[in-house]
């Protein structure tokens, strides 16, 4: 299995620009987690989904961020516009049910936002 | 709101010596999770805590849950230097909640 995937690995933008992070869950796995990890704030959840339906995006910082989950297999987090705050990396994991189950993280995409 | 808290923060020891990280948690749960992360890498599962009383090991890591404390550790033997790493502990309640981690550095 090739685990969680997530691209792009780095990503560089500058304030006021539209940032998409993507993800792949692993292959049967029902929930789906986006995470983000500072130095400041330590590990964040974002936002969970459960068979393709949010169920708490309470983490969600504020309305530019967005998440979608159109089908089992792909996922994205949307930052728009950037603001240098939002630099950090964001993990995706999965799982095979919601709440009780080991979660599996992705490698993370670490974003600077200039 | 869940809280959970790890002590010590940062940690530096020896190679050989023991010691124990601790983890506490504010709510009722009977499900504690340890992972592991190695600089600029994610997050690795160590290992899975069902219940009260539940110990489980992996080579020098020995991990123990105690619910009715709301109170688990995890056990340094004889530490060496690929351990060091940040461990965190999480705990399930509606959803995952992690600690801030435990920074350990395992000096020669």
């Known amino acids: 299995d090739a685990g969680v995937i997530q691209s792009p690995r780095h990503e560089v933008t500058e304030m006021g620009q539209e940032v998409t992070l993507r993800c792949k869950p692993i292959s049967g796995h029902n929930s789906l987690f986006w995470y983000r990890q500072t130095m400041m704030r330590g590990l964040e959840l974002l936002i969970y989904f459960n068979n393709n339906v949010p169920i708490d995006d309470s983490g969600m910082p504020e309305d530019r961020f967005s998440a979608k989950m159109p089908n089992a297999s792909f996922s994205t987090l949307k930052i728009q516009p950037s603001e240098p705050r939002d630099s950090a990396v964001y993990f995706c994991?999965?799982?095979?049910?919601?709440?009780?189950?080991?979660?599996?993280f992705g490698p993370g995409t670490r974003l600077t936002v200039l | 709101e869940l809280k959970v808290e790890q002590n010590p923060l940062f940690l530096s020891m020896q190679e050989g010596k023991n010691y124990t990280i601790y983890c506490n948690y504010s709510?009722?749960?009977?499900?504690l999770y340890w992972y592991r992360q190695d600089p600029g890498k994610s997050l690795e599962s160590l290992f899975v805590l069902l219940s009260n009383g539940a110990v489980k090991q992996e080579g020098r890591l020995m991990a123990s849950l105690d619910t009715k404390a709301r109170l688990s550790t995890l056990h340094i033997t004889a530490a060496v230097h690929d351990l060091s790493a940040t461990y965190f502990c999480a705990v399930i309640y509606y959803q995952l909640t992690f600690g801030k981690g435990t920074k350990l550095s395992v000096i020669p």
């Open positions: 709510t009722t749960s009977d499900r």
């Open positions: 994991a999965s799982s095979p049910r919601i709440s009780t189950d080991t979660q599996y």
